[in-house]
């Protein structure tokens, strides 16, 4: 039998102090609850709605080495997520009905917060004819989203076909903007930083050019484009040019995600030469990051995505050049959107619960079942958050199979106290249940 939990005195995305009831799987009045309830004290803590990722790469099939989808769901409730869309760059890809349902399969197998896969766009991920688009929705993993993330659809008809075809099923395509021949052989930002270190540049304008294409595609066939991990303020301002565009006609159909490292860190990093600080696309300049908080915080930025992209100790423990691209994301999400957005002023947190729960679950169209406010009757997806905390983030206490972590040794604010998923405590006290 389920336990019912009585969440005494919280404060419900930073309002007043109240008492929350998780029974049977969803939200229910306080006043009703029964006198076997386990009781948890939230006094001083924040009450949010499970948060939702559209952006994690949990590895499996084929690079458990990385990260399952166990571990990754372990470390996604330890960040306060009850839901996660997980990358189809998988090995074999996940680009076909059979592997989408594989992956969905052992989400509801790990039962730590529910996976929702991507789809690819292409086959293979190789750009040059569209994947099982239909197939993938039809299927029990009912896939709505898709994305050759860590490649750019960069054929613009492909790109053109891919939108157009996802409008039969309400579909989004999430585009990894990133101009392939202007990249190549890139390691970090293109600046006066990368010429002075010998890096091969990275160019905004990279980003950008698909950026500025895609959204006119988007706009020209009528269909809903999402951009990933934007990185540039150039990025920040075709997004609110495209945004200005939808207020007028409505035709415009577009979102975006900035990832909590270019909140947070810069390209400067690169000068201790260490890859846990190589990330695609590249860690930008300050300039670059105070676009991105400011975007996020007026709602050009839609989401707060995590792009978690575990590798293992040898691909990262390695010269500069050689090293994988990505670093991890969900356990730290929270706590560095807090002191970006919520301790600068930038962001209440309603706002938080916003960009990190109701928006990416509308984008992703698992709206019925996540995103929903913590309301009586509603489904008992909660975290419960300790803004006053702090901690010294330590790669060893990671609930990732990896650890190639870039907030190692920093401290930083705030501590997942609890997380709930359809009222059954994954993590209680900050330990994994």
């Known amino acids: ?47 949010l709605p499970g948060l939702v990722d559209l952006h994690t790469h949990l590895r499996e099939p084929g690079r458990e080495d990385a990260e399952t989808v166990e571990t990754g769901t372990h470390a996604a409730a330890m960040g306060g997520f009850t839901a996660v869309h997980a990358m189809a760059n998988t090995e074999p ?38 994947a099982e688009l239909g197939a993938m929705a039809d299927s029990a993993a009912r896939v709505r989203v898709f994305s050759d993330d860590g490649k750019c659809v960069s054929d613009a008809v492909l790109m053109r076909r891919a939108l157009e075809y996802v409008k039969a099923f309400d579909g989004v395509v999430a585009q990894h903007a990133q101009e392939p021949r202007l990249t190549e052989n890139a390691q970090m930002n293109e600046g006066e930083l990368s010429g002075r270190l010998g890096l091969a540049g990275w160019p905004a304008v990279a980003e950008e050019a698909i950026i500025a294409r895609d959204v006119l595609l988007a706009e020209h066939v009528g269909s809903r484009l999402h951009v990933c991990h934007v990185s ?37 990093l690169a000068e201790t030469y260490d890859p846990i600080y190589k990330v695609n696309p590249p860690l930008r300049t300050a300039a670059d990051a105070e676009a991105l908080r400011a975007g996020l915080a007026d709602g050009t930025i839609d989401i707060v995505a995590t792009d978690h992209a575990p590798h293992p100790h040898e691909d990262k423990d390695c010269e500069w050049a050689a090293a994988a691209f990505g670093m991890l994301g969900l356990e730290t999400a929270l706590s560095v959107v807090q002191q970006t957005m919520v301790d600068t002023g930038l962001l209440d947190w309603a706002g938080v619960a916003e960009r990190m729960s109701y928006a990416p679950a509308r984008i992703g169209r698992i709206s019925e079942q996540h995103g929903r406010p ?27 199979l990896s650890r190639n972590t870039p907030y190692r040794g920093m401290e930083l604010p705030g501590r997942v106290v609890a997380t709930f998923l359809r009222g059954r405590a994954t993590v209680l006290d900050g330990k994994l249940q």
Request: negative net charge.
């Open 374 to 400: 913590l309301e009586v009757g509603e489904p008992a997806n909660v975290v419960l958050y300790d803004p006053a905390a702090s901690r010294t983030v330590d790669p060893a206490e990671s609930a990732s």
């Open 93 to 130: 890809v996940a680009d076909t009905a059979g592997v989408v349902e594989q992956v969905w399969r052992l989400g509801r197998e790990a039962g730590y917060c529910d996976v929702f896969p991507v789809g690819a766009v292409t086959v293979g991920l190789q750009g040059e004819r569209l």
């Open 232 to 268: 540039t303020a150039g990025s920040v301002e075709l997004i609110r040019w495209a945004k200005g565009k939808a207020a007028k006609d409505g035709t415009w159909d577009v979102t975006a995600e900035a990832c909590p490292h270019h909140l947070l860190l810069t390209d400067a």
């Open 1 to 47: 039998m389920s336990t019912t939990y009585l969440i005494k005195n919280v404060s419900v995305v930073g309002g007043t102090p109240t008492d929350l009831l998780l029974r049977d799987g969803v939200i229910a009045d306080p006043a009703d609850a029964p006198s076997d309830a386990e009781t948890v004290d939230a006094t001083g803590l924040v009450a």
